[in-house]
């Protein structure tokens, strides 16, 4: 998985808490995201970053917010968690001279 | 934005035979198109990918053909083997923090 870990693996929690999920990654890659798989939908992009306190919304941002203090973590908070963000949540890294993209091996998040 | 439409979802071949995944995308600024094996319980694994500017690149059994004209591209496996059978998404990316819109899979069984 390309020196990427993802934490927790897996999470089950209540409707209205909040939830964060981290992404750590220790190939010093520029750029960091997070997706969201779902069954029929593919994966998504929900947030980015191209550096250190630099990130952006994708297509499914609404209600999840980011921060990256730090070249090698990446977190993804839920504010209030609600079921429809039940889902498999990706990071991925890419590097600042190239296109490609690599994958974590994802968050299974539960919303009951 | 973009939008990658990826057939067939579904797609059973025989051992030994050769397998075809097709995806069209919709905005033509966008200049690097990778495929992604997925198994059950991990994450996305890039196989191989292609630039706007070349039409074909193969490694080994597995190649992807790029139509700029027409916005489709397609990846080719050839002599398929029972451990080819995973999920596969084709991606378009563009932007400055190479965003990917993914296609929404096709889960590939190779027949013993």
């Known amino acids: 998985d390309a020196g990427i870990t993802q934490s927790p693996r897996h999470k089950v929690t209540e409707t209205g808490t909040p939830v964060t999920l981290r992404c750590h990654q220790t190939?010093?890659?520029?750029?960091m995201y997070w997706y969201r798989q779902d069954p029929g939908h593919g994966l998504r992009l929900i947030h980015y970053?191209?550096?250190?306190?630099?990130?952006d919304k994708g297509e499914v941002s609404d209600g999840y917010s980011v921060s990256r203090s730090k070249t090698e973590d990446f977190l993804l908070t839920l504010e209030s968690a609600t079921s429809s963000q039940t889902s498999v949540y990706f990071c991925a890294i890419g590097p600042a001279g190239g296109w490609e993209q690599y994958f974590g091996p994802g968050t299974r998040l539960t919303v009951t | 934005g973009e939008n990658v439409e990826q057939h067939p979802s579904t797609l059973s071949v025989q051992e030994g035979d050769s397998a075809v995944i097709k995806c069209t995308y919709s905005?033509?600024?966008?200049?690097?198109f990778p495929w992604y094996k997925q198994e059950l319980g991990k994450g996305p694994q890039l196989i191989i990918d292609?630039?706007?500017?070349?039409g074909e690149k193969k490694d080994q059994r597995i190649a992807v053909t790029l139509n700029k004209t027409a916005k489709h591209f397609s990846l080719h496996i050839t002599e398929t083997q029972p451990e080819d059978s995973a999920v596969y998404f084709c991606a378009a990316s563009m932007g400055s923090a190479r965003q990917l819109t993914f296609g929404s899979g096709t889960q590939l069984t190779v027949l013993p």
């Open positions: 292609i630039r706007s500017n070349v």
């Open positions: 970053s191209y550096g250190v306190k630099d990130t």
């Open positions: 905005d033509s600024a966008s200049n690097y």
């Open positions: 190939e010093n890659h520029r750029y």
